[in-house]
C-alpha cells in the first residue's frame, strides 16, 4: 500500500501542533481565557484520535489487500504495523495464517502431483494387461474397459452403450447365477473357467470377480477380469492327444510283445501238426505226435486268452462292483490258490491270522486278484534264493486296513522303482508285465493305494491300505 507523505505528516503534526501551543502558553505565563481552554483539549482529542485512526484505516488497507492477492492466489505476507496496537496484532494473525496456508498448500500440491502420477501408472498397468478388464456397474452395465477388452469385445463402455456383462459374455445358467449373487452381495469370484464366443469363435477365459468399496459418485461396483486360456486350453488338448497316442503305441507294442511269442508257437506247432498228418508212414508215431503239437497248441491259446483278459481288466477302469470283502479270508484264499507255486518255490510264510473278520470296502472276489498278483510277485523274487520267505503283515484302524508282502529277495532296483507300476514292464523273461497294474488301477478304483515301499531295505516291501467298509465304496 502506498502512503502519501502529508498524510503522515498530518496525523504526526496535529497532535505535536496542539502539545507545543499549550507549552507556549504555559512558558509565556499568558492567560489562557476559559473559552479557549475547551478547544485547545478538543484539538489535542481529536489529534490523537486522528492518528489512531489513520494508524487502524493504513493496517487495514494492508490486510485488505492481502486477501485481494490471497483470493487471486499468491499467498504472501503484509507489512507490519507503523506502531504496535494500532492494527499489529491482526497483522500479526494474518501473516500466520497465511504462512500456515502457504504450508498446506505446498501440501496439497504434493499429494495431488502424487494422485497424479498414481493415476497414470494404472492407466498404464490398465493398459497393458493382457487380460480383459471389464468395469460394472450396479445394474450389471459395463461402465469401462481396457485395450484388451476393447480388441476383444469391440468398443464399449458406458450406460449409453446400453450392453450388460450378460450381453458380452454369454453364460451357462449356473455361472451366470453366481455372478449375479456376487455382484449384488459384493463377494469375491476366482478362476472360474467358462467359454464364450469372441469373434466368431468360441474361447476359454479364467473369470475373476473383484468387488469395489462403495464411493460417492462413482458408478462402478466391481472389476470383472478375463483372462483368455483358450490357447493353454488347445495346448493341454493336444498334449493330452499326443499322450494317449504314445500311450496306445506302447500298450500296442506291449501287445505286439506279449503276444508274438506264443502267437510264433501256434504257428509252429500247427505247421508240425500238418506235416505229421501228412506223413503216411508209421500212423501211430504221427497221432501221438499230432497230440502233443495240438496240446501246445491249446496251451499257448489260453496264455494268449489271458493276456488278453489281463488287458481289459486293466483298461475298464471305469467299472467296479460295490461291495464288502474280508481282507482274513481273502488272504487265505490266495494262499490256497497259489499253493503249488510257493511249494514249487520251496517259500517259507510268515502269516499269523486273526479270528475276527476285517471288512474293507474291496470285494473278495477283487481282493483275491490283488493278493494274488503280489504274492506271485513275491514267489518270483525269491526263487532259487537261500533264503526263500514271504511275510504278510495286517494291522487295522478306524479308517481302512493295512497289508504289508514283504519278501526276502533283491529287491528292486532303484532306477526301475518307477516303473514296477508301468503296463507290460517285466523284469522276468515270462512275465507279462500286467499283475502289479491290473492290481494297483483295482484298489484305485475303491478308493485305496497300492505302492512300494522306497524306505525299507532288503527284499522288496509292497503297502497295500484298503478303506474301511462303510456302504457304496466305489470310486470308478
Known sequence: MKVWPW?????????????????????????????????????AVCGVATTKVLAYRRALRRLHEGVALAMDGYLRPVAPADREGYGAEVLRDYNSMISRLDQVFAIVDECQSSVIVERDTIQILQRSFPGLMLGVAADHHVVTTNRQAEHLLGPVGGKQDGRTVFDLLQLDEPVRARLVSALERGERLGNIEICSPVSGRPRWFSLNLEPLPPAAGRDLCALVILQDVTEYRELLESVASRDKLVALGELAGGVAHE??????????????AVEAVQDRQGVGGSEEAVRKYVSVIRDEARRCSNIIRNLLDYTRQGRCDEGAGDVLAAIRNALDAHHCRLKQVDARIEFEAGTEPLWVALPEGKLEIVLGNLLLNASQAIEGLPERSIAIQVSASGRGVQVVVEDSGHGVPERLRNRIFDPFFSTKELGSGLGLSIAQSIVARYGGSLGLDLRHEGGARFILRLPAWVGGACHG
Do not use: D, H, K
Open 7 to 43: 498524510r503522515v505528516g498530518a496525523a504526526r503534526i496535529l497532535p505535536v501542533a496542539a502539545g507545543a501551543a499549550l507549552l507556549v502558553y504555559a512558558w509565556r505565563e499568558a492567560p489562557v481565557s476559559a473559552s479557549a481552554l475547551p478547544w485547545l483539549l478538543l484539538a
Open 259 to 272: 503276444l508274438n511269442t506264443p502267437l510264433g508257437s501256434i504257428l509252429g506247432y500247427a505247421q508240425l
